[in-house]
Nanobody, 115 residues
Framework: QVQLVESGGGLVQPGGSLTLSCAAS????????MGWYRQKPGKQRELVAR???????IYGDSVEGRFTVSRDNPKNAVSLQMNSLRPEDTAVYYC?????????WGQGALVAVSS
């Protein structure tokens, strides 16, 4: 079993910054993907950013250039630095670990961007 624990999130003004962090524990494969998805009210969950254990990164189109994903392999941890936040970034953000065709999810963290 795999557990993901998120931290961070909250309320921020437009143009501000926030950092989300996530730590995984349990049976972690040597090769995996860790990253972040978000879900807005009434919308499907969408990819924000994902990084493999080898360092390959993918960003969602709407966040590239503003968000930065990084990971600490020995700690099985992933972070998301979010800059230049916009009201449309408001969503619940979920940490994700994908390994051996299984997806594991964190509990979700609300990020609200509003003045």
């Amino acid at each position: 079993q795999v557990q993901l624990v998120e931290s961070g999130g909250g309320l921020v003004q437009p143009g501000g910054s926030l950092t989300l962090s996530c730590a995984a524990s349990g049976s972690i494969a040597s090769f995996n993907f860790m990253g972040w998805y978000r879900q807005k009210p009434g919308k499907q969950r969408e990819l924000v950013a994902r990084i493999s254990s080898r360092g390959n990164i993918i960003y969602g189109d709407s966040v590239e250039g503003r968000f930065t994903v990084s990971r600490d392999n020995p700690k099985n941890a992933v972070s998301l630095q979010m800059n230049s936040l916009r009201p449309e970034d408001t969503a619940v953000y979920y940490c994700n670990l994908r390994q051996l065709v299984h997806d594991y999810w964190g509990q979700g963290a609300l990020v609200a961007v509003s003045s």
